[in-house]
């Protein structure tokens, strides 16, 4: 998997096209605070995880369609214009981006 080092402070990946987290990838930061990592959706493209693919962080994309399926999970948070969530996916929610 992809491992960002945001060790010397938060790191922030603006991307304009679709993500995609598949088989048994993922993306997580060395420090694990999800206010230290994140994903800018910029468009409508589709962000899908699927398989055991896991991401951990903020997931931000407000114009974007949001697909979990298979085993995927989410720790962190997300904002997506909708979401579809299939099999036994999950989205943990960290309570620390609360109020934020």
Excluded: C
Excluded at 18 to 27: F, L, Q, R
Excluded at 69 to 87: A, P, Q, R, T
């Amino acid at each position: 998997g992809l491992v960002i080092d945001n060790r010397n402070g938060p790191v922030t990946l603006y991307v304009d096209g679709p993500v995609d987290i598949s088989g048994s990838g993922s993306i997580t930061a060395y420090d694990p605070d999800p206010e230290k990592f994140a994903i800018y959706v910029a468009n409508n493209s589709a962000v899908t995880l699927s398989d055991s693919g896991q991401f951990y962080g903020v997931l931000y994309a407000p114009q974007s369609l949001v697909t979990l399926s298979g085993w995927s999970e989410i720790y962190g948070g997300l904002v997506g214009h909708s979401m579809e969530m299939l099999d036994l996916s999950a989205v943990y929610y960290d309570i620390t981006l609360r109020g934020r």
